[in-house]
């Protein structure tokens, strides 16, 4: 009787360990989900939807407890420098603290259960996130949508 007591008890530990690591990487993939709209957006050359999209990352992070609070809040204060302008050329400045910053969580924090690619404008001198190995570049938009190449990949 013990050892079935045991096994159950195992096996639920197991179980829920399970669940709460992918509810973490749902909330982490919502917060990249949010990331990616805000670069899509500045890819676009699209100044307001950039503001709208960032304006609903920071409702994201907001609400994302997975995040160490430090990060959490520096996010939140990068999302929100996009969300407060409606300037391309302001947006993608903020964006690319937004994306050092981002980036720095996905190294120590599972966000996404799919590769994330880190690439690499060499004519700015400014990194993205991406979920595609292709180049789209929101440091320039169609100016130069190609420039750059993918640096590193997270698994």
Do not use: H
């Amino acid at each position: 009787m013990k050892k079935i007591t045991l096994m159950v008890a195992i096996l639920a530990t197991t179980l829920l360990q399970s669940i709460s690591a992918q509810d973490k990487t749902t909330t982490g993939s919502n917060t990249l989900n949010g990331y990616y709209a805000v670069k899509d957006a500045l890819v676009s050359g699209n100044a307001n939807l950039a503001n709208s999209k960032a304006i609903e990352f920071v409702e994201t992070l907001t609400t994302d407890s997975t995040l160490p609070e430090l990060n959490r809040i520096a996010l939140i204060k990068e999302a929100s420098s996009i969300a407060n302008t409606k300037d391309i050329k302001k947006q993608r400045t903020y964006f690319s603290a937004l994306s050092q910053s981002i980036f720095a969580v996905a190294k120590v924090q599972k966000l996404s259960s799919q590769p994330i690619y880190k690439a690499y404008c060499p004519m700015v001198k400014a990194s993205w996130l991406s979920n595609s190995s292709s180049i789209k570049n929101p440091c320039y938009g169609s100016a130069m949508l190609t420039c750059g190449n993918v640096v590193e990949i997270l698994k």
